[in-house]
């Protein structure tokens, strides 16, 4: 319901609905694909969660936004943190690693976390991977959206 209030307004005014959600968020599923996923940009898409806070903390928002727990505000008391059971300095620790190509226990021995809770994030980001893809279309005719027939940019335009 919430997006489809953000791109009613948006549309009427010939606006873009812009995202919030972080690397980590995105590269662990943690949003709703049509939900809080479905949006035109997302500004802080490619910065993971620890650098949001640094980035934060450099412009000067103020200590107790910055501190705060970071929450969906779905119940009472809680927090992304809680939900996925692993702070997020841990969890960006874990998917940088895996964004080099870093071999599970390369992790484990540099960022000093255990091989389980990397394995669980490893496969997190797996079983995620349909979130972050565009819907699937059959190739039926020459050209097909979203495969081979992306953009005007393509082709010069």
């Known amino acids: 319901l919430r997006m489809l209030l953000w791109y009613g307004y ?3 005014k010939k606006s873009l609905v812009c995202g919030c959600s972080n690397k980590t968020e995105l590269l662990i599923g943690y949003f709703t ?18 650098q949001v806070y640094q ?17 969906a505000g779905l119940w009472k008391g809680q927090t992304d943190e809680k939900e996925l059971g692993i702070p997020y300095e841990k969890l960006d620790r874990i998917l940088y690693g895996l964004e080099r190509k870093m071999p599970v226990d390369k992790i ?10 990397v394995i669980r994030v490893k496969e997190m980001r797996i079983k995620s991977q349909h979130k972050r893809n565009v819907p699937l279309v059959p190739k039926i005719g020459l050209r097909t959206v979203a495969l081979d027939w992306r953009s005007p940019v393509q082709e010069g335009q």
């Open 10 to 12: 948006a549309n009427s």
């Open 33 to 50: 694909k049509y939900g809080d996923g479905g949006s035109d940009f997302m500004p802080i898409g490619d910065l993971y969660k620890t």
């Open 55 to 71: 980035i934060a903390e450099h412009i000067g928002i103020p200590m107790p936004i910055i501190k705060k727990a970071p929450s």
């Open 108 to 117: 484990v021995e540099i960022a000093d976390i255990d091989e389980q809770e």
